[in-house]
């Protein structure tokens, strides 16, 4: 079973068919595709079958068998799990290393008078290279946000960052190639190992969507609407 019908299977894929709802985004787009990967994170079986593709495409990257200390890292919240599951799954491979795995934490913050969110590290992060991984990636802005949580007060450590994203769910189509600038001064070109690769159709508004869908009369938030939204 490959990994989107691992996912539809739990339930945590819907995609537009012409019916009469669209999905409405955290950022307010309406969007032809959702996935909810926390069906998968959440499930010990199906995380640990996810991690363990994921570590297998890590081990054949070009110079990872010299990797002797890693700190694998991912966003609160959806990245925790993950994280920790897949440097258990390298720890399996290569139980020579030292694999840590850690996680970010969501808060909020003010800049320019708005308040905002952002991701905080809390953690002594130990020597060694570091790699970062997120369960979607649809513009790359978490996993931008978390490089920046542990660079804030190593800025230096940016030496150590394996220029390697790996995620369950790619939302950005075919491109493999992820620019991040987790610093203003630096940016970083990453490589992006996903599972499922989707490239879904969005709007800004309802009236645009409808000029592309009639049919639709109501954009719903998923996790909240599911049974609805998949009725359609």
Not at 11 to 23: D, K, P, Q, V
Request: charged share 30%; glycine share 8%; with cysteine.
């Amino acid at each position: 079973m490959d990994f989107k019908e691992l996912l539809t299977e739990a339930g945590g894929l819907w995609e537009y068919s012409g019916g009469r709802y669209l999905a409405q985004l955290a950022s307010g787009k309406l969007s032809s595709l959702f996935c909810n990967t926390g069906v998968i994170t959440t499930n010990p079986g199906s995380l640990a079958m996810a991690t363990g593709v994921l570590a297998d495409r890590l081990s054949d990257v070009p110079g990872f068998d010299d990797v002797s200390n890693l700190s694998v890292i991912g966003p609160g919240m959806g990245g925790i799990t993950l994280s920790f599951e897949l440097a258990g799954q390298l720890y399996t491979y290569h139980k020579s290393r030292e694999i840590r795995a850690f996680f970010t934490e969501p808060v909020e913050v003010e800049r320019n008078g708005k308040k905002e969110k952002d991701q905080k590290f809390r953690f002594d992060l130990p020597p060694g290279k570091i790699l970062f991984v997120e369960d979607v990636i649809t513009t790359g802005g978490s996993v931008e946000k978390t490089m920046r949580a542990v660079l804030v007060e190593r800025p230096e450590r940016i030496e150590d960052i394996i220029p390697f994203v790996l995620c369950l769910v790619d939302r950005r189509g075919a491109d493999d190639k992820l620019v991040l600038r987790p610093r203003e001064s630096a940016t970083i070109e990453c490589e992006v190992i996903s599972l499922l690769k989707l490239s879904p159709r969005t709007w800004d508004t309802l009236e645009l969507a409808q000029k592309d869908c009639p049919n639709v009369v109501e954009a719903l938030r998923p996790k909240a609407n599911w049974k609805k939204l998949v009725e359609g």
